[in-house]
């Protein structure tokens, strides 16, 4: 039973690189997010999407693309990589019933120099 | 808008002693509140939700919280700290289900021998 799977767990960009972080899922779960933790900032939400072919943006949007095209599957998007932007970064899937939980993934580090 | 504060950022108990790592938000609807916990390199792990049910909810590893509306608190609670305890335990807060999750800055907790 493998729940969210994120690919690479590791990666280290050049300022300017771009990327992809891959985030699947074998729930059929509706909704899908991105988060990105930082040291005491807690987890704060970047995208989110309730299904194919829908996406909205979360807290922290700029510097990140998202797209939807199948139900297991939510790719985070870094067009143009800054320091800013190193962090660990988490997928989580959850049903959109009321009485749910988010299943979260193992995390992406990411270094950008 | 929603927001979560942990009072605390490190809390250190003995082994056998009580745990109390406290969780105040705010929320203009009734909300959905949500423990996690994360270990060393891993993601998160539920440890228990309120979802409008009963006030007092029990987790897992003997963990537990009571919803407290009057106060805008849930705080978590375990009797005894075990070693394998220590980690860092996330209170979150949503609108609706697990959808948009708001996390607090997290608290480390160290057990003690």
């Known amino acids: 039973n493998a729940g969210v799977t994120q690919t690479p767990k590791f990666q280290v960009l050049k300022t300017g690189q771009s990327m992809t972080l891959q985030c699947a899922q074998d729930?059929?779960?509706?909704?899908m997010s991105w988060y990105r933790q930082d040291p005491g900032m807690g987890l704060r939400l970047i995208h989110y999407s309730v299904g194919a072919g829908i996406t909205d943006q979360g807290e922290v949007p700029n510097g990140y693309n998202v797209s939807r095209s199948t139900t297991e599957d939510f790719p985070l998007r870094l067009l143009s990589a800054a320091p800013s932007q190193t962090s660990v970064y988490f997928c989580a899937s959850s049903s959109l019933t009321e009485n749910t939980e988010a299943f979260f993934g193992q995390g992406t580090r990411l270094t950008v120099v | 808008a929603q927001s979560v504060t942990q009072l605390g950022s490190h809390v250190s108990v003995s082994e056998g002693a009580l745990v109390l790592l406290r969780c105040n938000y705010s929320?203009?609807?009734?909300?959905?509140l949500f423990w996690y916990v994360q270990y060393p390199n891993q993601g998160l792990q539920l440890l228990l939700k309120?979802?409008?049910?009963?006030?007092l909810v029990k987790g897992i590893n003997g963990f537990e919280a009571e919803f407290k509306k009057s106060e805008t608190s849930f705080h978590l609670t375990k009797p005894s700290a075990h070693m394998s305890d220590a980690a860092e335990y996330f209170c979150?807060?949503?609108?609706?289900?697990?959808?948009?999750?708001?996390f607090g800055q997290g608290t480390r907790l160290t057990i003690n021998p």
């Open positions: 309120y979802t409008s049910a009963a006030t």
């Open positions: 979150a807060v949503s609108e609706w289900g697990a959808q948009k999750l708001v």
């Open positions: 929320s203009s609807v009734p909300p959905y």
């Open positions: 729930m059929n779960h509706e909704y």
